[in-house]
């Protein structure tokens, strides 16, 4: 009933469901929309599948912060120099605030490159947060692997390519790729949020979300969600880890302490 709804009053809306529904060009100029079903797909993944993947990605970038008192300390200071101000009021992050997070960004995103969401994939904003963020996402990104089926044949490649007939699944290993040291450096298997100092550097070799059209529909609401959560927490709590904690992360469908 609700799709039906919004069907009929479609133009300006930012309604989840409504932006679903809009139509787009493919590479062809053919003008193509998803389905009723796609539509609700969608919509259990945005609301669903986003619950455990960003706190199984929160619970990582705790216990890296744990670990890395350091790196806990720089995101503490960004977080309180941005959202309490020179007089040192309490303030709760808004979006504005948000942009200047850099390093707790930065942080998310290595974690996400350590540990992806997810193991199988099937087909950032603000600066020392930020950078917290996306080295959390490198080294436990939500998900581990990617799957993708070609729809149509494909060719990868520039020259002679490799040549992809249609109905062909393809994987693209995450945890592997954030892993390689011939990309990330010598210490690929360890935290350094500064990897993600400069935007759009790895594009082509981090993307824990997914890329391209297919990519994780609920992703920038994710990420919103969790820069705020871990603006918070670093804002009022300092925590270390258990000395009876060992360190041995189990792969399922995501990466799991």
């Known amino acids: 009933m609700l799709i039906a709804n919004n069907s009929k009053n479609l133009e300006g809306s930012k309604v989840l469901p409504s932006l679903l529904m809009s139509s787009h060009k493919n590479l062809d100029g053919i003008e193509e929309k998803l389905g009723l079903q796609e539509i609700i797909e969608e919509c259990k993944a945005f609301y669903f599948v986003g619950k455990e993947t960003i706190a199984n990605l929160l619970t990582w970038s705790l216990i890296l912060l744990a670990r890395h008192q350091e790196w806990q300390s720089k995101a503490r200071e960004e977080v309180i120099i941005f959202l309490c101000g020179p007089c040192g009021h309490n303030k709760h992050p808004v979006e504005e605030n948000l942009n200047d997070l850099k390093i707790v960004s930065m942080i998310i995103n290595e974690a996400l490159r350590l540990y992806p969401p997810g193991v199988l994939l099937n087909r950032q904003t603000s600066k020392k947060v930020t950078m917290i963020i996306n080295e959390t996402l490198r080294l436990y990104p939500p998900a581990p692997f990617i799957?993708?089926?070609?729809?149509?044949?494909?060719?990868?490649?520039?020259?002679?390519?490799?040549?992809?007939?249609?109905?062909?699944?393809?994987?693209?290993?995450?945890?592997?790729?954030?892993?390689?040291?011939?990309?990330?450096?010598?210490?690929?298997?360890?935290?350094?949020?500064?990897?993600?100092?400069?935007?759009?550097?790895?594009l082509a070799s981090h993307f824990p979300f997914g890329l391209g059209p297919r990519i994780c529909v609920a992703q920038n609401f994710g990420m919103t969600e969790l820069k705020v959560i871990l603006a918070m927490i670093v804002q009022h709590y300092s925590f270390t880890m258990s000395p009876t904690y060992v360190h041995a992360p189990v792969m399922s469908v995501n990466v799991q302490p």
């Open 147 to 202: 799957m993708r089926e070609t729809l149509t044949r494909v060719e990868l490649g520039g020259g002679p390519g490799l040549d992809l007939p249609a109905g062909i699944q393809l994987y693209s290993a995450l945890i592997a790729l954030q892993h390689e040291t011939e990309i990330w450096g010598a210490d690929a298997s360890g935290f350094n949020p500064l990897r993600f100092n400069e935007p759009g550097k790895h």
